[in-house]
C-alpha cells in the first residue's frame, strides 16, 4: 500500500487543534515539525526523560499528516480546518517511497558500547565482542536501553564497582537494564521496583532472554513483600523531583556500610538533590555526561 504526506504549515496556536482535526477528519497519523528546522530561527524543544515539553509545537509549526494514497486530501484539509475554525489552509503534498519499515526502524538501533566491557545489543544483530557482558534488549515501552547518559552512567557505576555477592535494589527499573547489569556482574539476590505495571513486566520478559533471575514488583507490592529490608546497593535512575520526595525512604533500604547511587540528575540539580539527602547519606557527583550526572553515597558500617 502506497502512502502521501499532507504538509501543512501553521503557526503554533493552530499545530495541536489542526493535528486533532486531521485525526478526526481521516489521516492515519499526524506529526508536528518546525517549518524552521536548518535555519537559524530553529527553536529545539527539551524535556526530561519521562517529562516531555508541555507544548510539541513551535512559533512556526509543520503539521504533516499522514494519508493513503489517492485519498481526497482537499476535503480532508477542509474538514479539519472548519472543525479548528481556521480558514483551509494551503497545503502541499509528498509521496512517502515504499520501504521495509521493520528494516529501517531496526537499522536505526546498533549495539551500545558502554564502559568498558559492556555491550547492549538489538536481537537482531550479532554482539561485535562475544566475550563482553552482553545484555541483548530490544527498545520498548520502558526507559532504559542504555543510550541515554543517566543510564549509561549508573551502568558505568555498577561496572566499577562490581557487586560481586552483593544484594542489590533498583529502584524505578523500568527495563530492567540496571538490575540485569548488577546480575551479571555477580550481585545477588537482586530486586527492581517500577511504578509502572508496562515496565515490570518488560523487566520481567527482558531479564528471562538475557537469563538473570531477578524479581520485580509494584511498589506496594514491594512494601508488602517479606524480603530484605536493606541492600547492599541501591541504585535509582528516576528523576530529581521523586528522588528528593524519596530521600528518607530509598537512604532507609541502604544497608549499614551499603553504597547509594541515584542518577537522572541534570548538573544544576546536582547540590538540591545532594542536600535532601544529606540528613541521611552524604551523596557526592561520582561522574557526569551530556549534562547529566550520577551522585553516589555511602551508609555508615552501623545503623
Same mark, same amino acid.
Given at each position: 500500500m502506497?502512502?502521501?504526506?499532507?504538509? @501543512?504549515?501553521?503557526?503554533?496556536?493552530h499545530?495541536?487543534?489542526?493535528?486533532?482535526?486531521?485525526?478526526?477528519?481521516?489521516?492515519?497519523?499526524?506529526?508536528?515539525?518546525?517549518?524552521?528546522?536548518?535555519?537559524?530561527?530553529? %527553536?529545539?524543544?527539551?524535556?526530561?526523560?519521562?517529562?516531555?515539553?508541555?507544548?510539541?509545537? #513551535?512559533?512556526?509549526? %509543520?503539521?504533516?499528516?499522514?494519508?493513503?494514497?489517492?485519498?481526497?486530501?482537499?476535503?480532508?484539509?477542509?474538514?479539519? /480546518?472548519?472543525?479548528?475554525? *481556521?480558514?483551509?489552509?494551503?497545503?502541499?503534498?509528498?509521496?512517502?517511497?515504499?520501504?521495509? #519499515?521493520?528494516?529501517?526502524?531496526?537499522?536505526?538501533?546498533?549495539?551500545i558500547? *558502554?564502559? =568498558?566491557? @559492556?555491550?547492549?545489543?538489538?536481537?537482531?544483530?550479532?554482539?561485535?565482542?562475544?566475550?563482553?557482558?552482553?545484555?541483548?534488549?530490544?527498545?520498548?515501552?520502558?526507559?532504559?536501553t542504555?543510550?541515554?547518559?543517566?543510564? %549509561?552512567?549508573?551502568?558505568?557505576?555498577?561496572?566499577?564497582?562490581?557487586?560481586?555477592?552483593?544484594?542489590?535494589?533498583? +529502584?524505578?527499573?523500568?527495563?530492567? *537494564?540496571? !538490575?540485569?547489569?548488577? =546480575?551479571?556482574?555477580? /550481585?545477588?539476590?537482586?530486586?527492581?521496583?517500577?511504578?509502572?505495571?508496562?515496565?515490570?513486566?518488560?523487566?520481567? +520478559?527482558?531479564?528471562?532472554?538475557?537469563?538473570?533471575? @531477578?524479581?520485580?514488583?509494584?511498589?506496594?507490592?514491594?512494601a508488602?513483600?517479606?524480603?530484605?529490608?536493606? +541492600?547492599?546497593?541501591?541504585? !535509582?535512575? @528516576?528523576?530529581?523531583?521523586?528522588?528528593?520526595?524519596? !530521600?528518607?525512604?530509598?537512604?532507609?533500604?541502604?544497608?549499614?556500610?551499603? %553504597?547509594?547511587?541515584?542518577?537522572?540528575?541534570?548538573?544544576?540539580?546536582?547540590?538540591?538533590?545532594?542536600? /535532601? +539527602?544529606?540528613?541521611?547519606?552524604?551523596m557526592?557527583?561520582?561522574?557526569?555526561?551530556?549534562? #547529566?550526572?550520577?551522585?553516589?553515597?555511602?551508609?555508615?558500617?552501623? =545503623?
Amino acid at each position: 500500500m502506497s502512502w502521501t504526506e499532507i504538509v @501543512i504549515e501553521v503557526a503554533r496556536d493552530h499545530a495541536e487543534a489542526l493535528s486533532d482535526a486531521l485525526m478526526e477528519a481521516g489521516a492515519l497519523s499526524v506529526s508536528v515539525e518546525d517549518a524552521d528546522e536548518g535555519t537559524d530561527a530553529e %527553536r529545539p524543544l527539551f524535556g526530561e526523560p519521562g517529562m516531555e515539553p508541555t507544548e510539541a509545537a #513551535w512559533e512556526h509549526s %509543520r503539521v504533516v499528516a499522514l494519508a493513503a494514497d489517492g485519498a481526497d486530501y482537499a476535503a480532508v484539509v477542509a474538514e479539519a /480546518a472548519t472543525a479548528c475554525g *481556521i480558514s483551509t489552509p494551503a497545503y502541499s503534498l509528498r509521496p512517502v517511497a515504499e520501504q521495509d #519499515w521493520v528494516r529501517l526502524t531496526q537499522s536505526q538501533f546498533e549495539p551500545i558500547h *558502554i564502559g =568498558k566491557n @559492556i555491550w547492549v545489543v538489538p536481537s537482531w544483530h550479532d554482539a561485535p565482542d562475544p566475550n563482553g557482558l552482553i545484555l541483548e534488549l530490544d527498545p520498548g515501552l520502558a526507559f532504559g536501553t542504555g543510550s541515554h547518559p543517566t543510564t %549509561r552512567l549508573c551502568m558505568e557505576w555498577l561496572e566499577a564497582n562490581a557487586p560481586q555477592n552483593l544484594s542489590v535494589l533498583d +529502584y524505578g527499573c523500568g527495563s530492567g *537494564i540496571l !538490575a540485569m547489569v548488577a =546480575k551479571k556482574l555477580g /550481585a545477588n539476590p537482586v530486586y527492581g521496583v517500577d511504578i509502572d505495571p508496562q515496565a515490570i513486566e518488560s523487566a520481567r +520478559y527482558n531479564s528471562e532472554r538475557n537469563h538473570c533471575e @531477578i524479581d520485580y514488583y509494584l511498589p506496594e507490592e514491594f512494601a508488602n513483600a517479606a524480603r530484605q529490608k536493606t +541492600y547492599d546497593v541501591v541504585v !535509582a535512575n @528516576i528523576l530529581s523531583s521523586p528522588l528528593k520526595l524519596m !530521600a528518607p525512604m530509598l537512604s532507609s533500604r541502604v544497608a549499614p556500610g551499603g %553504597r547509594l547511587v541515584l542518577s537522572g540528575i541534570l548538573e544544576r540539580q546536582a547540590d538540591e538533590v545532594a542536600a /535532601a +539527602y544529606a540528613p541521611f547519606l552524604k551523596m557526592s557527583v561520582w561522574a557526569q555526561h551530556e549534562g #547529566w550526572v550520577a551522585l553516589s553515597g555511602q551508609s555508615a558500617a552501623t =545503623k
